[in-house]
């Protein structure tokens, strides 16, 4: 039996090219076979020879879908001539056609027919149940344990990873396409019969009964799957053969493929700057080490992507010559959008709004309106009344758009205090009997194209970077797409219109992980810096992610830092340390305003850069990568040579709490903390935060192991804390992180010896709600030095 053959064992229990078949299928490692009823009843990794079924639940080749109702099916036939398997659902009178093809590396299923065709809604293939529960791959469809991965990939945007969740097709989760359980894991995909029209709850269920128009042709029929297994160590190796085999997206950067090229994971800097600052700001890209300067809002509009004429004067020329300098200088040069999101000033909106704009649904006038009238009385209220998801108030009626306060609650249906030409369009007078379009919106004051007009959003997108040669594009608001009512159908056409027409090599993110995606994606980022100091905004969230990058093969990111005017080395270091100890890039977001005002922006850039060549060389072994995961240490880098740093870890006492309380005339105020150092001796360094609402801690003084007293010069105003260094100076910052002021002590601080030490700390507390004290203890714990890997 060769490796790659295709196998039959068939029962001949009818006549004609259709027989009753119990079908082996063997493709390179993976061996399937299915029963007489459309059912698996293995799946077999060849090399050593393991059934990987479940067997404690069903696993139908493929489900159709009518209304409500999933069907099973009961046979299966084969036909030899054309290598089709033919599933029949007598409930429904149903059948499928599922052509097999056979490749080196992997099995292709493809839905080449299917009944009743009209009344189908959509088709699922599987679920497919495995007893592999150690990696889970929900994005990407692949389920992997120590020796061997098993997996299904999409092979085209009309097959969706997952169990058809909803009538709209599309999931909020990171991905469905495998699922978790105690027992095992499964493997699912589906497609939507589109090629009618359709009523969905858009927008995750916010949208309700949408009106979806059908796309012509695009039926179940094609929806295309591919099945393999192969060793763990090779998944990786085997989807990008297969993604060559079967026409796939398979980006490349100078002639290899992203996947595994030395830009996988790589950190890079967003900004907001014009053509008059882009050599200054590819000087601080280059400083960090980053490999891309990424442009965080440099549009006037979006849906035409008209640039700013404040940043770039020059328009698309002066665009074109800042990626040329980006280019001349080994960096990417990326612009930012949200995907499909229409601003109000664009074209598609003023002065004349496109007939092709997005409506969650729509009414008719009552009776004509001229175009001075405030009040338009529509035949019912369903798509008008709605708060959630009606951001704008706005309808449209022929070439004009009219916002409105709200509908009445009974008849007649009133939209009240009408603003007539609202964003620019022309007042005119309609007829009774005129459609009335409730425009599909969003909180951030926009507009979305229907599913046609998104394909041109896209190819405008595509013509504005082969026009410039940008390199770099987030497909950021992803969701978007979801305002087509077409579900994640449409994210993944709108990424792949994309993808098709640019010409030239990009990398590409996303604000969402969609399983054809993957093949597109270049990484995924998630972590906005907006909410706190780098250690605040979003940590957890940031770490939790790094568990669904290692089980879809996604290069590990941490998101996106704010680099601002007060930022320290401390702060940045921290956040870098987190970055090595999970092998992780990230964003830095990083002004030009800011970056020319924080005084230590040469540090921090210089820290930048070369905490990324450690990390990227790989000198950090197993150990100090566990220890650099540890948020409660801290860490710093220094440069010995080429390839060799010296790294210091900081350990820290327990978080001490000082509140005010009220004791007896004469009784002490003061607070004891006691705590054991580990580290070597070295001067007191210390953190002190006030914690609270309102109010101000002040006389703050401190004695250390009942000899050294020593009162701080500072008060300390509700969010705000100070830290020292071991150094007399005291930095203060306020309640945002940003560096307040620098007060020098009158003394040296006390050196602390290995051992148990004491601390009293005194102070006042003021305001009606007083804050709270708090104070930790930190010392230089562990010095060594770290080498990496020689760089290509």
Request: charged fraction near 20%; hydrophobic fraction near 40%.
């Amino acid at each position: 039996m060769k490796k790659g053959a295709l196998l039959f064992c068939i029962l001949l229990l009818l006549t004609g090219p259709f027989v009753m078949a119990q079908v082996n299928l063997q493709a390179g490692e993976l061996a399937l076979k299915l029963d007489e009823k459309g059912f698996l009843t293995a799946i077999t990794h060849l090399p050593n020879q393991q059934n990987y079924l479940a067997t404690d639940t069903i696993a139908p080749l493929l489900q159709l879908v009518v209304g409500d109702k999933k069907y099973l099916p009961a046979k299966a036939t084969w036909n030899k001539a054309s290598q089709t398997i033919r599933v029949s659902y007598p409930d429904i009178k149903g059948q499928a056609d599922i052509k097999v093809s056979i490749r080196s590396t992997h099995l292709v299923l493809e839905l080449v027919r299917a009944e009743p065709k009209q009344l189908l809604d959509a088709v699922i293939w599987g679920p497919f149940p495995t007893t592999i529960t150690k990696l889970v791959g929900e994005v990407i469809g692949v389920v992997r344990d120590d020796q061997v991965a098993i997996g299904i990939q999409v092979l085209n945007p009309k097959t969706l990873g997952g169990n058809y969740p909803n009538k709209e097709g599309a999931t909020w989760e990171r991905g469905i396409a495998a699922s978790k359980y105690t027992w095992g894991s499964t493997m699912q995909a589906y497609s939507i019969n589109r090629d009618k029209n359709r009523t969905v709850d858009a927008w995750g269920g916010v949208q309700k009964n949408m009106l979806v128009q059908a796309v012509k042709g695009e039926s179940v029929n094609g929806s295309k799957l591919a099945f393999f297994s192969c060793a763990e160590p090779a998944t990786l190796d085997r989807l990008g053969a297969i993604e060559l085999a079967e026409g796939l997206p398979h980006p490349t950067i100078n002639g290899v493929w992203f996947k595994k090229s030395p830009y996988f994971g790589k950190s890079y800097l967003i900004s907001s700057f014009g053509e008059k600052d882009v050599d200054e700001m590819i000087a601080y890209t280059k400083r960090a080490g980053l490999i891309s300067l990424y442009h965080e809002g440099p549009f006037s509009s979006w849906g035409h992507f008209e640039l700013d004429n404040t940043m770039f004067p020059n328009g698309r020329k002066g665009l074109k010559e800042s990626v040329a300098k980006a280019k001349a200088a080994g960096l990417f040069f990326g612009v930012h959008t949200l995907t499909n999101f229409i601003t109000t000033s664009d074209t598609y909106v003023t002065p004349v709004p496109d007939d092709r704009l997005s409506v969650t649904g729509s009414s008719v006038l009552v009776s004509p309106i001229d175009a001075s009238e405030k009040e338009v009385v529509v035949r019912s209220p369903e798509y008008f009344s709605a708060e959630q998801g009606n951001e704008l108030h706005t309808v449209k009626i022929g070439k004009e758009l009219i916002r409105y306060r709200a509908v009445t609650k009974e008849a007649p249906y009133r939209l009240l205090d009408c603003q007539r030409g609202a964003f620019g369009t022309k007042p005119t007078a309609h007829a009774a009997g005129s459609v009335v379009g409730k425009l599909f919106d969003h909180g951030y004051k926009v507009f979305f194209p229907d599913f046609n007009m998104q394909r041109e959003v896209a190819s405008n997108i595509a013509q504005l970077m082969n026009e410039t040669s940008v390199n770099h594009l987030d497909f950021d608001g992803h969701e978007g797409a979801l305002a087509s009512g077409q579900g994640d159908y449409a994210l993944e056409i709108f990424a792949k219109d994309v993808y098709d027409q640019v010409k030239h090599d990009f990398i590409a993110g996303t604000s969402l992980s969609k399983t054809f995606y993957w093949h597109i994606g270049s990484y995924y980022n998630w972590g906005e810096p907006w909410y706190g100091g780098f250690k605040e905004s979003m940590q957890q969230y940031r770490i939790d992610n790094q568990g669904l990058f290692h089980r879809n093969l996604m290069p590990p990111m941490l998101g996106w830092y704010l680099l601002t005017a007060s930022t320290t080395l401390p702060e940045m270091e921290w956040m870098l340390a987190r970055a090595a100890g999970y092998g992780a890039g990230f964003a830095m977001v990083a002004r030009p305003d800011a970056l020319r005002k924080n005084p230590r922006s040469g540090l921090l850039l210089d820290a930048i850069r070369e905490w990324e060549a450690a990390r990227n060389s790989g000198a950090f072994n197993a150990d100090q990568q566990a220890r650099l995961k540890n948020t409660q240490l801290a860490f710093h880098l220094d440069k010995i040579a080429d390839g060799k740093w010296k790294l210091f870890q900081y350990e820290q006492s327990p978080l001490f709490k000082r509140e005010h309380f009220i004791r007896q005339p004469g009784e002490p105020t003061h607070s004891l903390f006691e705590f054991s150092q580990q580290w070597k001796e070295q001067p007191l360094q210390f953190r002190m935060n006030a914690e609270g609402k309102e109010g101000k801690i002040r006389k703050i003084s401190l004695q250390v192991d009942d000899y050294y007293e020593i009162s701080l010069p500072v008060e300390l105003l509700a969010g705000e804390s100070l830290v020292t260094e071991g150094k007399r100076q005291v930095q203060v910052y306020d309640a945002k992180g940003n560096h307040r002021q620098t007060r020098t002590l009158d003394r040296d601080l006390p050196v602390m010896v290995p051992g148990k030490h004491k601390i009293t700390v005194d102070c006042q507390f003021d305001g009606d709600e007083k804050p709270i004290l708090y104070f930790q203890v930190s010392g230089l714990s562990k010095e060594e030095t770290v080498t990496g890997a020689p760089s290509r």
